[in-house]
């Protein structure tokens, strides 16, 4: 009845009435809790020996010297994005003020699929930066943009700081085993340069990972031996610091609607997780909006509760969309075998709704690559990506048991996120996925049916 009458109502109102009407937010700032926002410096909590690291590194800069190299290191949401962008701002203002010319741009490995792509945005972000002609996307070659980029530099600035983040994950397209990865590719073109004194200015790199080993390991050896940073290490927050994390933001609430355990209660959940101040901020944000939807005056621990749910299937989503096309491909195969298998799954003794059983997953994994002429992979790699896949909690791994000594089998669930919406985030995401599913449903259908039937 009450929403009916509230139909009603609205339905009475002229489209530039309802539009005037009242608006309630909680929110006085938001930007203050946006994922990207390079806050001030009086709302960096603790992280002392990390910016007195990276203030050092940078500082001879300021005096006409160069910069070594950086290697920022630890796991998500520690801060290192947030320091390198803070010491960097703060560093380009002094040296305005002292007549040296110093600019930095930031590009994410994680956005980019090549090493052509990297380039041709650092290039760009320069060209914005510095009000220059924009070279255009497309018809030039990977090596006249390096050109094109160490011209801007000699001719414009006297140290360009460029920051890689999430480097890592640069890895470049269809690369065979013994190729290096594009990260090693462009940390060699860009560190070279400055060693062999082709230029006058000067570049500096600050490069932040989650996962030190992976890229260290990735550089080929010529690389290994231009590129030598000095690194810094980000450990995980506890509930306290990410408390106080918190609280230094809660102007981004109108006075009064915060309610005073959601800070606490906030921090305590993203603790428990990984220790991560994005997903702490993340979660604040998002228990505001989940407040604002429900036209709830303020925000309390129920609002925080939901909000977590929301959250964590964002993450895993991401993950998704950003991980490599062939580990892409082993999710959506190990998916799809759920979410057309579901009734067989269901009616079996030693399977579950909720799971494909590895083997099949790998099954469909050869049929896949094989119905779309794209390279197949070792079991082997297909095993260690689902593997890898698990460690973000993309899904989950278990051991299970047949009976009757037909052995033991591994078992992929989907835990925080069901099949069908990661089948959807792929075929959104890469129009291969959808044109297998577009192209003959029943196929896909048939095929998971005859290998669900043959384990
Ligand atoms: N010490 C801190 N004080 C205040 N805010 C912080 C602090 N550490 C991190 N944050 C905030 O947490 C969020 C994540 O931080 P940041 O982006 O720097 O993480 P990161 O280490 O670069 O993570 P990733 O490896 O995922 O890129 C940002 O919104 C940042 O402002
Ligand atoms: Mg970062």
């Known amino acids: 009845m009450a929403e009916d009458s509230e139909q009603q109502d609205s339905a009475q109102l002229s489209i530039s009435e309802q539009l005037s009407s009242d608006y309630h937010t909680v929110f006085r700032d938001k930007d203050l809790i946006e994922p990207d926002t390079i806050v001030d410096e009086d709302r960096i909590v603790g992280r002392d020996e990390q910016l007195t690291k990276v203030i050092n590194?940078?500082?001879?800069?300021?005096?006409?010297?160069?910069?070594?190299?950086?290697?920022?290191?630890?796991?998500?949401?520690?801060?290192?994005?947030?320091?390198?962008?803070?010491?960097?701002?703060?560093?380009?203002?002094?040296?305005?003020?002292?007549?040296?010319?110093?600019?930095?741009?930031?590009?994410?490995?994680?956005?980019?699929?090549?090493?052509?792509?990297?380039?041709?945005?650092?290039?760009?972000?320069?060209?914005?930066?510095?009000?220059?002609?924009l070279t255009s996307k497309a018809g030039v070659s990977t090596s006249s943009r390096y050109d094109r980029l160490f011209e801007i530099v000699n001719e414009h600035l006297d140290i360009g700081v460029i920051v890689l983040d999430e480097l890592d994950l640069l890895v470049g397209d269809s690369r065979n085993n013994d190729e290096a990865p594009a990260f090693s590719d462009i940390l060699y073109k860009l560190s070279r340069a400055k060693r062999i004194g082709k230029m006058d200015s000067t570049i500096t790199l600050i490069v932040t990972t989650n996962s030190p080993n992976t890229l260290m390991s990735g550089l080929n050896s010529r690389t290994a031996s231009t590129f030598n940073p000095t690194e810094v290490g980000f450990a995980d927050y506890n509930a306290p610091e990410l408390q106080e994390i918190l609280n230094h933001r809660q102007d981004a609430f109108h006075e009064g609607t915060l309610e005073e355990e959601v800070i606490p209660y906030t921090a305590a959940i993203a603790a428990q997780g990984e220790g991560d101040a994005r997903f702490a901020i993340d979660l604040l944000r998002e228990a505001g909006n989940i407040a604002n939807r429900r036209e709830d005056q303020s925000v309390s621990t129920a609002h925080a509760e939901a909000a977590k749910n929301q959250v964590e299937k964002n993450y895993i989503i991401d993950v998704i969309e950003n991980v490599s096309f062939q580990k892409q491909v082993s999710l959506f195969a190990t998916a799809i075998v759920n979410s057309y298998g579901q009734e067989q799954l269901g009616r079996s003794e030693w399977l579950n709704e909720r799971s494909a059983p590895a083997p099949v997953a790998h099954s469909l994994y050869k049929w896949f690559t094989e119905y779309n002429g794209i390279e197949q992979r070792s079991k082997h790699s297909f095993l260690r990506w689902m593997r890898e896949l698990s460690t973000y909690e993309v899904i989950e791994i278990n051991r299970k048991g047949r009976g009757n000594e037909r052995g033991v089998f591994a078992e992929y669930v989907f835990h925080n996120l069901s099949a069908d919406v990661m089948v959807e985030t792929l075929a959104d995401k890469d129009e291969r996925f959808q044109a297998t599913l577009d192209d003959d449903d029943n196929l896909v259908r048939e095929t998971v049916r005859t290998h669900l039937s043959r384990f």
């Open 57 to 133: 590194v940078i500082k001879p800069a300021l005096h006409g010297d160069q910069p070594e190299d950086m290697l920022l290191r630890g796991p998500s949401g520690t801060g290192k994005t947030l320091i390198a962008g803070t010491v960097a701002t703060k560093a380009i203002k002094i040296a305005q003020e002292r007549d040296i010319r110093m600019d930095f741009v930031e590009i994410n490995g994680k956005h980019k699929k090549s090493e052509h792509e990297a380039i041709h945005q650092i290039v760009h972000e320069y060209e914005l930066s510095l009000g220059l002609n």
